[in-house]
Nanobody
Framework: QVQLVESGGGLVQPGGSLRLSCAAS????????MGWYRQAPGKQRELVAV???????NYADDVKGRFTISRDNAKNTVYLQMNSLKPEDTAVYYC????????????????WGQGTQVTISS
């Protein structure tokens, strides 16, 4: 089994910063892409940022220049540094990882974290 555990959410004022972390653990052989998604009330879940195992990155247009995704492959951890936060960034943020599990090394499977609330408000 594979688990993703997020941390770092909270309440900050507009213009502030937060750093999210997501650690993967369990029967992991390797991890391919890791990413962050978010879901605001009444909206669909959307991609925020994704990073490959080789650290190539891709961002949603509305977070480019404000958010930075990074990863530590030795720790199976992905981070999201969020700066210049806006009220419209308010959402539940979910971590995603595409994992090759020890129990089934022939298959790539996506796993999700439980989500962490990010609220931007004055």
């Amino acid at each position: 089994q594979v688990q993703l555990v997020e941390s770092g959410g909270g309440l900050v004022q507009p213009g502030g910063s937060l750093r999210l972390s997501c650690a993967a653990s369990g029967s992991i052989l390797s991890i391919n892409d890791m990413g962050w998604y978010r879901q605001a009330p009444g909206k669909q879940r959307e991609l925020v940022a994704v990073i490959t195992r080789g650290s190539s990155t891709n961002y949603a247009d509305d977070v480019k220049g404000r958010f930075t995704i990074s990863r530590d492959n030795a720790k199976n951890t992905v981070y999201l540094q969020m700066n210049s936060l806006k009220p419209e960034d308010t959402a539940v943020y979910y971590c995603n990882a595409v994992v090759v599990a020890l129990t089934n090394p022939a298959r790539l499977r996506p796993y999700w974290g439980q989500g962490t609330q990010v609220t931007i408000s004055s």
